[in-house]
């Protein structure tokens, strides 16, 4: 009988020290995850300036083909701030366009929360085919 009443008080829980140690646990493995997710992010995040650059670059060359000259962002039929500039699909660049009469020069420049990207934060693409980035090669 006394075994019985044992048995029928026994623990069925988890107690505080095992909760806390747990939490300990997430926490550390979440300190350690979390900046590689990061950065993981902004580095997809780059193709969004990679395609838009090429696409933007596309079509001042169907522009050229048809005018003879290359043109602004807002000729091209693109969405445009007072400054001329336009941004991405996700808001994460800023794309502005420097013309001379047979060339032109894309810059994409980091914005909102993809300017956390210090690698890589400038992508710039010519008329030539031409691409630069701000400090590394492997941004393009």
Known sequence: MAAEMKNRFRQQG?????????????G????IAYPKFSQYLQQS?????HSALIQI????????????RYA????LGLK??????????NDYYRI???????????TAMATNT???DTECQLFTLAQDGSRDSSSHERCW
């Not at 995040?45 to 300036?49: G, L, T």
């Open 72 to 75: 602004s962002l807002s000729e």
């Open 96 to 106: 502005t366009v420097t013309v001379a009469s047979a060339s032109f020069r894309l």
């Open 114 to 116: 993809q300017i956390h």
């Open 57 to 68: 670059a596309n079509l001042q060359e169907q522009f050229f083909l048809q005018k003879q």
């Open 28 to 31: 550390i493995l979440s300190s």
């Open 45 to 49: 995040r780059r193709s969004e300036a």
């Open 80 to 89: 445009t701030f007072p400054d001329n500039s336009h941004t991405t699909e």
């Open 14 to 26: 988890v107690t505080l020290v095992e909760l806390i140690l747990t939490i300990v646990i997430v």
